[in-house]
């Protein structure tokens, strides 16, 4: 399988849901020289609690009639056509409307902790006997790698991709590599769209999941650490000598010269050459503040606040008095209808070169140095955990498949299915965040880790 039509999607979809309805038209008001941008109503259900449980993924194979065939006998191929799009096989992803009205009784009345947003699944907790097994597990291993996907991430509000709720089941295209590097017009789109969303998804924070495998690393129980995510979430929790396989949008690269700029750097360039789109995202950012602090349907005597501001253009009012804010996307990205019209984008200040965020779009190759230096991690562990990634991109199956070829024991903690079931030594579903929290407070996980404590 070649490995450029199967990478990870880097312009994914990060929604940071708010209370309000998500079903209703979303709109914005942007000046941008001259340009009336609005934001576009996004396809996805009303309710975003369904739960991503294996048991519910069975349920819903039941209600399209595929009940009685596994599930990886009918996962199709994601490919990239000649003049550049992404085509999503809709097998590879889970039905989202037949998922939500499963009565399934393992998946009736699961609960998210309090605190826990929407965007990760309901889950049960995991029970004494998982966590001594997994205690087990990674007390047993001399060189344990733990490979990271969207599902690590999903407790800090940003959510998967090809769960119940995830980007796919709303219909979500990524843009391709091909699509980027062919037109002007397409990345002003693409830049604008960053632009407008960038300080929401640079300020997201680790969740539990990322500290534990942190301190985890420190006590020297977890080794090396390899991520599908480009959110620099690990990074923020303070784990070390992390493989950003996908790489991050953290950073832009010249496609010429290879120059790195840092993302915070690029985004005031960007202001400078957009200040009415600048201006814009400021009003837009305290709208959002505002209608945090509303509860319920806003009415005239109760918040003259959120009322102005729609006056002044920065939100939307409905008849019904009801708010309406725009919606986020993984990466930071809001949908923008007329986005890139009237947007200026700097080329590189050294080359003139073409500028791309320092990810691996679909329909690109992960680079040969750190796709080696993956794969020498894989071979060489004798123990690999896998938090949060259905493994359906084969860049990060491939690393399991090695694994286990080279004898590792694998693990799996991750809500639904995946791609390595079958070849797994054990498996559990829940909040990753949940499980790896407690794991890591486990009295023999609190002592450092010698070759002594862990033959004993």
């Known amino acids: 399988?070649?490995?450029?039509?199967?990478?990870?999607?880097?312009?994914?979809?990060?929604?940071?849901?708010?209370?309000?309805?998500?079903?209703?038209?979303?709109?914005?008001?942007?000046?941008?020289?001259?340009?009336?941008?609005?934001?576009?109503?996004?396809?996805?259900?009303?309710?975003?609690?369904?739960?991503?449980?294996?048991?519910q993924s069975f349920s819903a194979a039941a209600q399209s009639g595929s009940a009685t065939q596994p599930r990886r006998q009918r996962l199709g191929q994601d490919r990239i056509t000649s003049d550049g799009r992404l085509i999503t096989d809709p097998q590879n992803r889970l039905d989202a409307d037949s998922a939500q009205s499963s009565t399934d009784p393992a998946t009736v009345g699961l609960k998210r902790p309090a605190g826990v947003p929407a965007t990760a699944p309901a889950t049960d907790p995991i029970s004494n006997s998982q966590l001594a097994e997994m205690v087990d597990f990674v007390t047993g291993c001399k060189r344990l790698l733990v490979l990271t996907g969207a599902g690590c991430s999903t407790e800090s509000n940003i959510p998967d991709y090809r769960g119940p709720k995830g980007a796919y089941s709303t219909g979500f295209q990524p843009m391709t590599h091909q699509q980027f590097m062919a037109t002007e017009e397409r990345r002003a789109r693409y830049w604008a769209r960053s632009f407008a969303g960038w300080h929401e998804f640079a300020a997201v924070q680790p969740n539990r999941a990322h500290f534990a495998l942190a301190q985890m690393q420190r006590m020297g129980w977890a080794q090396d650490i390899i991520t599908q995510n480009v959110d620099r979430l690990h990074h923020k929790a303070a784990s070390r000598d992390i493989i950003e396989l996908h790489g991050t949008t953290h950073r832009v690269i010249c496609m010429s010269c290879q120059e790195i700029t840092p993302r915070e750097e690029f985004q005031r360039r960007l202001e400078a050459m957009n200040p009415e789109a600048a201006t814009a995202i400021k009003r837009m950012v305290e709208a959002e503040q505002l209608l945090k602090k509303r509860r319920g349907p806003l009415h005239p005597s109760t918040d003259e606040e959120i009322r102005q501001a729609a006056e002044e253009g920065n939100v939307i009012m409905q008849p019904d008095g009801e708010v309406d804010i725009p919606v986020r996307r993984p990466d930071g990205d809001v949908e923008l209808k007329g986005a890139g019209e009237h947007f200026y984008f700097p080329p590189c200040s050294s080359c003139g070169g073409i500028l791309k965020p320092n990810v691996v779009f679909f329909g690109d190759t992960i680079p040969k140095p750190r796709a080696l230096s993956a794969m020498s991690l894989a071979q060489s562990c004798d123990g690999l955990l896998v938090v949060g990634s259905s493994l359906q991109v084969y860049s990060a199956f491939r690393l399991a498949k090695a694994a286990k070829q080279a004898d590792a024991s694998i693990a799996l903690l991750t809500a639904g299915w995946t791609r390595a079931d079958d070849m797994a030594d054990m498996k559990v579903e829940c909040l990753a965040g949940e499980a790896l929290s407690r794991l890591a407070k486990e009295p023999a996980l609190l002592v450092p880790r010698t070759y002594e404590t862990a033959a004993a």
């Open 1 to 55: 399988m070649p490995l450029n039509l199967c990478l990870y999607q880097h312009t994914t979809f990060y929604i940071m849901t708010s209370s309000r309805r998500v079903d209703s038209m979303w709109k914005a008001v942007m000046q941008s020289r001259g340009s009336l941008l609005q934001i576009a109503k996004p396809h996805c259900p009303h309710n975003f609690s369904a739960s991503a449980s294996g048991a």
